[in-house]
C-alpha cells in the first residue's frame, strides 16, 4: 500500500518536527501544522533543501473547522491524505488541589478534541480511498499514572481509548491506527507546567535521566508505516534505558 502524503500536527516543534523530516526522507509529501506558522516555514524550507516536498497551514487542533480546512488543503495540494500523524499536545502537570481549571480544559481540548478533530477530518478522504494510517501521539503517561500527571495522564488513557475503538472499526479496512507512547522526550513540553513544586521536582531529577530525543520517537512512527498492509503496529512503547 503506498502512502504518499502526511499530515503532521505539532510540526513547529520536538516530535512533530523530527517526524515531518523522518517522513519527507521517506520521499511522502508532508503538511506541516501548528500555530506557530514562522517556524513551520523554517521546516518547509529545511525539508526541501533536504530534497523533500512540504507545505504548511497554520491550524489551531481545537477547532474542527480549521482541522477539516487543512485536510482539505492536503487533498487539494498532494491528491490525497494518507497518513495523519495526531502529535500536537500540551502537558502542564500540576497537582490537582491546586486546581488549575484553565490548564485541565487545555488539556482536554488539545490533548483529547485536537485528536477527534484529526480524525473527524481525514476519514472521509482515507475511506473513500480505502487506504491510510491514523498515528496518534499518546504517552507512557497513559501507563503509568504519577502524582501530578492525573489530568494528563487521563487525556491520554483517552487516546489509547479512542485509538483503539477506531482500530477495531477500521479492522476490515486498508486504513491502519497506532499508538506511539513515548517516555520522556527532550522537547519543549515542559515549558507548558506553571506548578512549581512539579518544576522543582523535575530540577531535582533532571540528573536522573538521560531522555530521548525526538529523531528517537520519529523513527518508530516510521517503522510503524513502513510495516506491510497485513501488519498493523498498535502500539509503539519507547522509554529511555533508564526510565523506570
Ligand atoms: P513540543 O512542545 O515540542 O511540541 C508540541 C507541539 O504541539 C508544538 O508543535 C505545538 O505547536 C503543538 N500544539 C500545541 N497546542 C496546539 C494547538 N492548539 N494547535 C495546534 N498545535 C498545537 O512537545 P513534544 O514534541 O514533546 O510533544 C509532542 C507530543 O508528544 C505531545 O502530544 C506530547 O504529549 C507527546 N509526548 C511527549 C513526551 C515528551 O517527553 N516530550 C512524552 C510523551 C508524549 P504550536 O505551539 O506552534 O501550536
Known amino acids: 500500500m503506498e502512502l504518499n502524503t502526511a499530515i503532521i500536527t505539532g510540526a513547529s516543534s520536538g516530535i512533530g518536527a523530527a517526524t515531518a523530516k523522518e517522513l519527507a526522507k521517506k520521499n511522502i509529501k508532508v503538511m506541516l501544522a501548528a500555530r506557530r506558522d514562522e517556524r513551520l516555514k ?7 533543501d533536504m530534497g523533500g516536498t512540504a507545505e504548511y497551514k497554520a491550524t489551531d487542533v481545537t477547532s474542527a473547522e480549521e482541522m477539516e480546512a487543512l485536510a482539505k488543503e492536503t487533498n487539494d495540494t498532494f491528491g490525497s491524505v494518507d497518513i495523519l500523524v495526531n502529535n500536537a499536545g500540551l502537558m502542564p502537570l500540576s497537582f490537582m488541589n491546586k486546581r ?29 480511498k480505502n487506504k491510510g494510517h491514523i498515528i496518534n501521539t499518546s504517552s507512557v503517561a497513559a501507563h503509568k499514572i504519577m502524582p501530578g500527571s492525573a489530568v494528563y495522564s487521563g487525556t491520554k488513557m483517552a487516546v489509547h481509548g479512542i485509538s ?7 479492522a476490515n479496512t486498508n486504513i491502519r491506527t497506532t499508538i506511539i507512547s513515548p517516555g520522556m522526550v527532550a522537547t519543549e513540553l515542559t515549558e507548558t507546567i506553571t506548578d512549581e513544586d512539579i518544576l522543582n521536582a523535575f530540577k531535582n531529577n533532571s540528573n536522573d535521566m538521560q531522555p530521548l530525543q525526538s529523531q528517537d520517537i520519529a523513527e518508530a512512527v516510521g517503522y510503524a508505516i513502513d510495516q506491510p ?4 503496529v498498535n502500539e509503539v512503547v519507547v522509554r529511555p534505558s533508564n526510565q523506570s
Open 229 to 232: 498492509v497485513h501488519v498493523d
Open 100 to 128: 488549575k481549571l484553565d490548564e485541565w480544559n487545555k488539556m482536554v481540548d488539545v490533548n483529547i478534541k485536537g485528536v477527534l478533530h484529526g480524525i473527524y477530518a481525514v476519514l472521509p478522504y482515507m475511506e473513500e
Open 42 to 48: 523554517e521546516l518547509k524550507q529545511e525539508i526541501e
Open 164 to 170: 483503539e475503538g477506531l482500530r477495531g472499526e477500521l
